[in-house]
T-cell receptor
Framework: GAVVSQHPSWVICKSGTSVKIECRSL??????MFWYRQFPKQSLMLMAT?????????EQGVEKDKFLINHASLTLSTLTVTSAHPEDSSFYIC????????????FGPGTRLTVL | DQQVKQNSPSLSVQEGRISILNCDYT??????FLWYKKYPAEGPTFLISISSIKDKNEDGRFTVFLNKSAKHLSLHIVPSQPGDSAVYFCAARASNTGNQFYFGTGTSLTVIP
């Protein structure tokens, strides 16, 4: 149990376009999901906390208007990278916490974004 | 400011021997710690956790030790297996700051057959 999926797993786009990444909890409800970004050989950097039915909480330094997060249901959160640029190329990972469960975060497999 | 540090970027161990991965933290308010394992191009997989009320937690081949006074935790894997080869991240959280976990930079473990 506690499986989290992400779609797509890899996306290549042109500079200036927008890309949407989906994060789904497949077999559980997640009131809270997290979005991370990982640069090569670096740790996971928390970008934002996504709460179902409310606005996401962004970490300092993360542009809200560039990284749009929507948590429309208890099993789906989306991250939209708007007007992507090459510096946005990275590995984006989401995680989810079981509603009413422990604090353990279950991670998705990640999405590799390459902006040309 | 890196609040969770893993000072060894890589570690190589012979199969069957013990692997010890270390993690240091600076925030004395951290009270919950986790270890994750990550394969390339995949998301991290939860391994084991420990709360600050304990100094040891064991799950099969994996044991996590917490030394609060030294602000240090370690993950012991024994016996090490080739399938354990991966990047290991430690993460820490302070309960009074919500759900934000701070991750270390990871240690790449290679278990040599």
């Amino acid at each position: 149990g506690a499986v989290v999926s992400q779609h797509p797993s890899w996306v290549i786009c042109k500079s200036g376009t927008s890309v949407k990444i989906e994060c789904r909890s497949l077999d559980f409800q997640a009131t809270t999901m997290f979005w991370y970004r990982q640069f090569p050989k670096q740790s996971l950097m928390l970008m934002a906390t996504s709460n179902e039915g409310s606005k996401a909480t962004y970490e300092q330094g993360v542009e809200k208007d560039k990284f749009l997060i929507n948590h429309a249901s208890l099993t789906l959160s989306t991250l939209t990278v708007t007007s992507a640029h090459p510096e946005d190329s990275s590995f984006y990972i989401c995680s989810a916490i079981l509603a009413g469960g422990s604090d353990t975060q279950y991670f998705g497999p990640g999405t590799r974004l390459t902006v040309l | 400011d890196q609040q969770v540090k893993q000072n060894s970027p890589s570690l190589s161990v012979q199969e069957g021997r013990i692997s010890i991965l270390n993690c240091d933290y600076t925030n004395s308010m951290f009270d919950y710690f986790l270890w994750y394992k990550k394969y390339p191009a995949e998301g991290p997989t939860f391994l084991i956790s420990i709360s600050s009320i304990k100094d040891k937690n064991e799950d099969g081949r994996f044991t996590v030790f917490l030394n609060k006074s030294a602000k240090h935790l370690s993950l012991h894997i024994v016996p090490s297996q080739p399938g354990d080869s991966a990047v290991y991240f430690c993460a820490a959280r302070a309960s009074n700051t919500g759900n934000q976990f701070y991750f270390g930079t990871g240690t790449s473990l290679t278990v040599i057959p």
